[in-house]
């Protein structure tokens, strides 16, 4: 329920809080090196947020999530080597992702198509992305003054300073940019899932025919989340070309598609803290492994995935959050009297 | 518009639903008028469900009309229906159960109304329906009976001017079968009803005239005495159930 939705958001803020103070302790402690590094790990657990918003709370499994994140970062790309400057192509990159995501969601929901072959659908779109940008090499694959680059990618113009092409932002700078970005989207996600459109999302989500009885268009309410969490993802994809310096056609592939769900499960459905945080955890223990040849870096995915499946089905955050509230049961002295609905708020 | 007593609220015409050779609904004619409470009856299978699927737009009939308060509303989208102002209780609970209790009113009331507006509605829903134990609770994990109340409580709290209850008294306890009995009189007060039903004690507490339903079709329109009283009757229901 609406009853306080700032204090709903309690937790929300107290995560957001403390990613600021990480945002400006980090470059003081850490190497420039793991801060350009940091700066792909948010790029990647922004992408994991939209997947957490719109599977966790919306109840959308979307197999193809970074086909919005991927698409984000060639809109902006191209844009930004169009317009000669980043504040226009950012806009873009977030405004052509949404603009296709709804299209794609209007057929999606407006057919009714089952959530099976949304699944399929979406990680369809993502595969064709894959293949047919691959394939884009040739001097005739232009955008304007951008060429595609097939496999090998385009190179992606770094953010300049808003109305100030030639003021490019330094490898720190851009993680600043990155930090307070994965910060507003999730304080923004933490908003909505609290809001009346938010509640209607997870009710549907629970029972779509029951939303449907109480008289709610679902498919409208679908359409908006999957728009929105499009949405999100190609800020993603924005910080995430900015990071690396370059995108390629690898970003659709189907390791990457399977890795936000895996993000997902690992953090927990119905956080948004939890697959961020996953995100980082995973993105540092595979570069770890990266370092070293003993163990394949798949198979230590794999047996992550299936350890989280069998034992841990609800990911790492609900687990907590569940054991916490069992505990304050147990120790009725120093419950705190809550007023307003518990659980389901923004974590 | 203003309502009167008499008003036709529904009216189905020729309403038929086929699912391959099985005639579930055969051309039907049913009217119900405004404020009235009409208990639908028949044997497993009679097409009550079916009948009140294609009122409540969850099937798209073969053919026929569905009117509610005059408007065409044959194969209009549940949301459509409900919109209307109609409030829904299907014969398989449908609830939500990752949500407490409140949460599940509150967003019945809340499509109506402002969030203060709603959230006085599902405090004196929760009230009315004395749910007050269980408010707080997941309802996913409540007893059968009390996820039936819920679901009565969400189909209250959107002050419905037209009740369509599937079976809202399956699978309770005595003493709750006996509460929904009196809630629904009290619905009735204001609003039209239509409700099915198997248990024929529970008929007989709130029944005013009675719908047969059998292989489809209705075969009777009656009061529940006349029914009882019927041979025909009998044989397709009475004598293997009351
Ligand atoms: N979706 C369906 N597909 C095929 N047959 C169905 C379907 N739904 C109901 N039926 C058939 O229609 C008939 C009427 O069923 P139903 O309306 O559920 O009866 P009741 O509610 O009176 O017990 C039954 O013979 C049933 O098997
Ligand atoms: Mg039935």
């Known amino acids: 329920m609406n009853s306080g939705i700032l204090r709903q958001m309690r937790p929300t803020f107290v995560y957001a809080l403390l990613g600021i103070i990480f945002m400006f302790a980090a470059p003081q402690v850490l ?22 918003l719109i599977w966790g709370y919306g109840g959308i499994l979307c197999f193809g999530q970074v086909a919005f994140f991927g698409l984000g970062a060639y809109a902006y790309t191209i844009s930004a080597i169009n317009f000669g400057g980043s504040t226009w192509a950012i806009l873009m990159a977030v405004m052509i992702t949404s603009a296709f995501a709804a299209a794609l969601g209007y057929f999606i929901f407006f057919g009714r198509v089952s959530d099976v072959y949304l699944g399929v659908i979406t990680l369809t779109v993502t595969l064709i992305f894959f293949s047919l940008i691959r394939r884009t090499s040739g001097p005739e694959y232009k955008i304007g003054n951008a060429l595609l680059g097939g496999f090998n990618g385009v190179s992606s113009p770094p953010i300049n300073l808003p109305w100030n092409p ?10 600043y940019v990155a930090m307070a970005a994965l910060i507003l989207c999730y304080v923004f996600a933490g908003w909505l899932v609290n809001t009346k459109f938010g509640r209607v999302c997870q009710a549907i989500r629970e ?16 359409l908006g989340i999957f728009t929105i969490g499009a949405g999100i993802a190609a800020i993603g994809g924005v910080l995430f070309c900015n990071g690396v310096g370059r995108i390629t056609p690898d970003v659709f592939n189907l390791y990457n598609a399977a890795l936000t769900i895996i993000w997902v499960i690992v953090g927990g459905r119905g956080t948004l803290i939890g697959p961020i945080g996953a995100t980082f955890a995973l993105f540092y223990l595979t570069s770890a492994l990266g370092g070293q040849s003993v163990l394949n870096n798949n198979l230590v995915l794999g047996i992550i995935l299936i350890f989280f499946v069998l034992l ?32 389901e708020g923004a974590q | 518009m203003t309502r009167q007593r008499g008003d036709v609220v529904v009216e189905t015409r020729d309403l038929c639903m086929h699912f391959g050779g099985v005639r579930a609904v055969d051309q039907v004619d049913f009217t119900l008028f405004d404020r009235e409470l009409r208990c639908l009856i028949g044997p497993n299978g009679a097409g009550k469900s079916t009948f009140f699927k294609c009122l409540t737009g969850q099937l798209r009939p073969t053919s026929g009309e569905v009117l509610i308060r005059g408007q065409e509303m044959t194969g209009a989208e549940p949301f459509e229906v409900a919109s209307l102002g109609v409030g829904i209780k299907t014969q398989v609970p449908n609830v939500f159960d ?25 405090a004196e829903t929760i009230e009315r329906l004395k749910l007050g134990d269980i408010r707080r609770m997941l309802v996913g994990r409540l007893a059968h009976g009390q996820r039936q109340w819920v679901e009565l409580g969400m189909v209250v709290a959107a002050e419905p001017w037209l009740v369509l209850l599937d079976e809202p008294a399956a699978g309770m306890t005595h003493e709750e079968t006996f509460r929904t009995a009196e ?24 029944s005013r005239t009675v719908t047969l339903f059998h292989e489809g079709r209705i075969l009777m329109q009656d009061t529940m005495e006349a029914i009882s009283a019927d041979k025909r009757a009998r044989e397709v229901y009475l004598g293997h159930r009351a």
């Not at chain 2, 990752?98 to 009331?109: F, Q």
């Open chain 1, 31 to 52: 190497q420039l090196f793991t801060i350009i590094n940091l700066t792909t790990a948010i790029a990647l657990a922004v992408l994991a947020l939209s997947l957490a």
């Open chain 1, 166 to 175: 030639t003021s490019f932002l330094f490898p720190e700078q851009v993680f």
């Open chain 1, 207 to 222: 029972n779509e025919l029951r939303a449907e009885l109480l008289g709610y268009d679902t498919r409208l309410y679908k």
């Open chain 1, 312 to 343: 841990v089905p609800k990911g790492v955050a609900p687990t907590i959050i569940d054991w916490v509230n069992a505990r304050r049961k147990k120790a009725p002295g120093r419950v705190r009297r809550r007023r307003g609905s518990r659980g």
């Open chain 2, 98 to 122: 990752g949500l407490t209790a409140e949460e599940n009113i509150w967003l019945s009331a809340r499509r109506w109304h402002g969030d203060a507006r709603a959230r006085a509605l599902t």
């Open chain 2, 183 to 206: 809630l629904i009189e009290e619905i009735n007060k204001t609003s039209a009803l239509i409700v099915v039903e198997h248990d024929m004690q529970f008929i007989r507490m709130i």
